[in-house]
């Protein structure tokens, strides 16, 4: 449906890549799982998120990664988010919050103590974006941005941390 391929843009713009297809790699064995069950769906073949291990530094990083070879994909997701620099815009409401949950599933993290829902993400114009999109929903938040040493790239991350956002957000 028109709101699960939302969905797949939001987790695509997060944490994919389209090397040939679709490919993730995330620690969240039920959102890997959930986006595997999307792909199934959109290209009637049986797609299921495999368990991987690297050496990350110290300790080994164990993850999920769900990966599909399919040029149509490749090319859906390219043209619709225009090589990951474009949030499309969507016909309903309905879509954009799946959209955003998608993005928020893969980038995102409550910080539940402090009740603040952060996003991180190294495309700074995609995020203003995704702020521009929250406060259209009357939801304010904020991005600071984290500079990168040697050959790592500067890193942004939103904010939504005022109570009737964080509200309006759930």
């Known amino acids: 449906t028109k709101t699960e391929r939302a969905y797949l843009i939001g987790a695509f713009l997060g944490d994919g890549c389209s090397y040939d297809g679709f490919d993730m790699q995330v620690k969240d064995k039920e959102f890997a799982d959930y986006v595997a069950s999307l792909i199934s769906k959109i290209t009637a073949k049986n797609i299921t998120a495999k368990k991987y291990s690297r050496i990350k530094r110290n300790p080994i990083e164990i993850g999920f990664r769900v990966r599909v070879s399919n ?100």
């Open 71 to 170: 040029k149509n994909m490749k090319e859906w997701l390219e043209k619709t988010t225009k090589d990951k620099s474009v949030i499309p815009k969507f016909n309903s409401e309905k879509e954009l919050l799946n959209f955003l949950s998608g993005f928020f599933d893969s980038e995102g993290w409550p910080e539940i103590d402090k009740k603040i829902i952060r996003a991180n993400s190294s495309n700074k114009p995609g995020l203003y974006q995704i702020q521009e999109l929250l406060n259209n929903m009357s939801i304010r938040s904020t991005i600071i941005q984290k500079y990168g040493r040697g050959n790592r790239s500067d890193n942004f991350t939103l904010s939504i941390q005022d109570r009737r956002s964080v509200e309006l957000f759930y």
